[in-house]
């Protein structure tokens, strides 16, 4: 009867132990947080004028609260949407930034993000021409340069 109250009380010990060393990753594992801020989020990315995550884009991020998502294989010439990366933090979503690619001929790319927690839009656009640093423009410079780029984003 002894010997089994002892194995009762290791098997506790060993189980808090894994716990406190596993617990987090494994939680994640089991219920990601950020997934549900995947293409389960899209009918508020809808609501509120973001790019909604296409249901065959994927990410490699894991359990982390950052996932950067990217499409499948396309023309590398044509204009296209590059990724997705979902910020999340203490289970609440904290912003998206999308990022269209115009690979030809200047390699330009128009970044929308947009923050959750004061529910601002940002865009930048960088290219070889601006040594690839992100300058800002307007909602309005960015819908003509979309429009220009003959991207479909409504």
């Not at 609260?65 to 933090?89: L, N, Q, S």
């Not at 656009?125 to 040594?131: E, G």
């Amino acid at each position: 009867m002894k010997h089994k109250k002892d194995i009762i009380q290791l098997g506790v010990l060993v189980v808090l132990f894994i716990g406190i060393c596993f617990g987090k990753t494994m939680w994640y594992a089991i219920f990601p947080t950020a997934d549900s801020f995947g293409v389960k989020f899209n009918k508020e990315r809808t609501r509120l004028g973001i790019l909604p995550l296409p249901d065959n884009w994927t990410t490699e991020q894991g359990e982390k609260e950052t996932k950067v998502w990217f499409p499948p294989a396309v023309d590398t010439g044509a204009v296209h949407r590059e990724m997705k990366v979902v910020g999340v933090e203490n289970d609440r979503i904290k912003y998206e930034n999308d990022f269209i690619l115009k690979p030809v001929p200047d390699k330009e790319e128009l970044t929308i993000g947009y923050r959750f927690t004061d529910t601002t839009w940002n865009y930048a656009l960088s290219s070889r021409l601006t040594h690839e640093k992100p300058y800002p423009v307007t909602r309005q410079q960015a819908d003509s340069i979309l429009d220009a780029w003959n991207f479909k984003h409504k």
